[in-house]
């Protein structure tokens, strides 16, 4: 008797744990289809934002925004998760975080005369500098638009560059 009952309890309370996870994933879903009607410019720009419950402006954004945002409709703040995660689990990190693909530094850049016309591809720009013994900093200066060239040749991050909300890549093939 006990065995029975103590499985019907099992299976009730198995039954409600899918539903609560369905139930979740349907406002996840339904927060993220939300979203998507609402009109938001493509923008990577770099921003600064508050911690916890930080986001960019509502009208810009990337993809990711989309995901932070719609677990955020359903009361989970990515931001703050991650952040904690990261104190109590660093090791279980990529090691070479600050080396890592992700860090603008290891971008593909491109080196261009100061005409214009495309020279070399660089898969980061720490290799470009030094290849080209070339300040890292000034070159990052270039690239990020703050000074016109380094070393005497003009640097362009290479990937997908937007202008009037149409992507065009930048690189060889726009020389």
């Not at 993809?63 to 995660?85: F, N, S």
């Not at 016109?148 to 065009?168: D, E, T």
């Amino acid at each position: 008797m006990k065995t029975k009952i103590l499985t019907i309890l099992l299976l009730i309370w198995s039954f409600n744990t899918v539903i609560g996870q369905n139930s979740f994933y349907n406002n996840l879903s339904d927060s993220t289809l939300e979203l998507t009607k609402q009109k938001v410019i493509y923008d990577p720009s770099y921003f600064s934002i508050s911690y916890p419950n930080g986001d960019v402006p509502s009208d810009r954004g990337v993809c990711t925004d989309v995901v932070i945002r719609a677990y955020r409709k359903v009361g989970i703040d990515l931001q703050k998760e991650v952040h904690e995660d990261m104190k109590q689990n660093f090791d279980k990190y990529q090691k070479d975080r600050i080396g890592g693909i992700n860090n603008k530094q290891n971008q593909k850049v491109g080196k261009f005369t100061k005409n214009g016309k495309f020279i070399e591809e660089y898969h980061s720009i720490r290799f470009a500098a030094r290849e080209n013994k070339v300040n890292q900093g000034n070159l990052t200066a270039c690239v990020n638009g703050r000074v016109k060239s380094a070393g005497g040749f003009i640097w362009k991050r290479l990937g997908i560059k937007y202008k009037s909300n149409s992507p065009i890549m930048v690189g060889e093939n726009n020389k």
